[in-house]
């Protein structure tokens, strides 16, 4: 088996170590995390230091790539371009759940995490570095852009296209053939039936804008 190391030790790293164990596809090296102290164990797995470490990883170690476990969207893109630019050859790989429900007829990129009790239907895309978080539903012929999240309990119906960097918070609901625009975070509960444009924060029942909101604007 190939081994890997996960990026990022907090909350969604236990999820992923969860997932990459129940799948027994990979070994786990340890973990990299740029704030924890390099030595410290998180369920069995050692912190081996900061993200400095992968190219060496790499090269004498022989890890193939890993995950990022890192929740927040534009957070984890940083961290994945700062990867990237270290280490052109590590591979992403997408983390699974053995229990999510994923029909026929999709389109799964690179360093993608599903968890369990997600269901996702068919003929939907989900770009690079998305997260779809427990018991999380995505419609048919949807499509998510890159480093979009659902959080635990969204359920989003058929052909919705949810933009880049975008969060759908916990339990909120998103009828048919809805767009929801980039870097915008629908709030907790809301229930969205008109498209949302980019940059906003939107909630209630029905979803309206409630602000403005920045690239990078910390939303957890
Ligand atoms: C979108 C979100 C970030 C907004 O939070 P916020 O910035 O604290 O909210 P605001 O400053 O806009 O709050 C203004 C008011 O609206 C309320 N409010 C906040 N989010 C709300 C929501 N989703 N629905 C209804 N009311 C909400 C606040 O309690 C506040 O009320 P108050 O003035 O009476 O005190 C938050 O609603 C949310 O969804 N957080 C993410 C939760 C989540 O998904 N966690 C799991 C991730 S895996």
Same mark, same amino acid.
């Given at each position: 088996?190939d081994?890997?190391? $996960?990026?990022?030790a907090?909350?969604?790293?236990k999820?992923?170590?969860?997932?990459?164990? &129940?799948?027994?596809?990979?070994? $786990?090296?340890?973990?990299?995390d740029s704030?924890?102290?390099?030595g410290?164990?998180?369920?069995g797995?050692p912190?081996?230091g900061?993200?400095?470490?992968?190219?060496?990883?790499?090269?004498t170690?022989?890890?193939i790539?890993?995950?990022?476990?890192?929740?927040?969207?534009?957070?984890?893109?940083?961290m +994945?371009?700062?990867? &990237?630019?270290l280490?052109?050859?590590?591979k992403f790989?997408p983390?699974?759940?053995p229990? @999510? $429900?994923?029909y026929?007829?999709?389109?799964?990129?690179?360093?993608?995490v599903?968890?369990a009790?997600?269901?996702?239907?068919?003929?939907?895309?989900?770009e690079?570095? +998305?997260f779809?978080?427990?018991?999380?539903?995505l419609?048919h012929?949807?499509?998510m852009?890159?480093?979009?999240?659902?959080?635990?309990?969204?359920?989003? @119906?058929?052909?919705v296209?949810i933009g880049?960097?975008?969060?759908?918070? $916990?339990? @909120?609901?998103?009828?048919? *053939?809805? &767009?929801?625009?980039?870097?915008?975070?629908i709030?907790?509960?809301?229930?969205?039936?008109?498209?949302?444009?980019?940059?906003?924060?939107?909630?209630g029942?029905? *979803?309206?804008?409630?602000?403005?909101?920045?690239?990078?604007d910390?939303y957890?």
């Amino acid at each position: 088996m190939d081994s890997i190391v $996960i990026i990022g030790a907090s909350g969604h790293c236990k999820v992923i170590i969860d997932i990459i164990e &129940k799948r027994n596809e990979y070994i $786990i090296m340890g973990l990299i995390d740029s704030y924890k102290t390099a030595g410290e164990n998180i369920m069995g797995y050692p912190i081996l230091g900061n993200e400095s470490l992968i190219p060496d990883l790499l090269n004498t170690q022989k890890i193939i790539g890993g995950i990022i476990a890192i929740g927040d969207n534009w957070v984890r893109s940083e961290m +994945c371009d700062i990867i &990237k630019a270290l280490a052109p050859t590590f591979k992403f790989i997408p983390a699974i759940h053995p229990n @999510a $429900i994923l029909y026929n007829n999709l389109h799964i990129q690179e360093g993608v995490v599903i968890m369990a009790g997600a269901i996702v239907n068919s003929g939907s895309t989900i770009e690079a570095f +998305c997260f779809l978080n427990t018991k999380a539903s995505l419609g048919h012929d949807s499509i998510m852009h890159p480093y979009a999240s659902l959080a635990p309990n969204v359920t989003i @119906a058929g052909q919705v296209e949810i933009g880049a960097f975008s969060a759908i918070s $916990i339990s @909120a609901t998103i009828s048919n *053939a809805i &767009k929801i625009g980039s870097h915008t975070v629908i709030g907790a509960s809301a229930l969205v039936l008109k498209d949302v444009e980019d940059l906003v924060v939107a909630y209630g029942i029905p *979803a309206k804008k409630i602000r403005s909101r920045r690239i990078g604007d910390v939303y957890l």
